[in-house]
């Protein structure tokens, strides 16, 4: 399943690390490498997400969406 939003990928990756971070020096280091790999992909695929919800959202016109 596909992450919500950049922060839900991130997440997943930093808790799936073999060693997790132990402090905050460590999170900020497993965030940044993280972030270097996360491919245009899985970006184009969050952006493309974030339009159809965005879109829905428009169509509701303040009602409810799956969202």
Do not use: F
Not at 11 to 16: F, N, S
Not at 20 to 28: A, I, Q, T
Request: proline share 4%; hydrophobic share 40%.
């Amino acid at each position: 399943m596909w992450p919500g939003h950049v922060w839900d990928l991130l997440d997943q990756r930093v808790r799936a690390r073999a060693i997790p971070p132990r402090n905050v020096r460590e999170l900020e280091g497993a965030l940044v490498k993280e972030w270097g790999n996360i491919s245009q992909q899985e970006l184009a695929h969050l952006v493309q997400a974030t339009r159809r919800k965005c879109t829905a959202v428009i169509n509701a016109a303040g009602g409810h969406t799956r969202y």
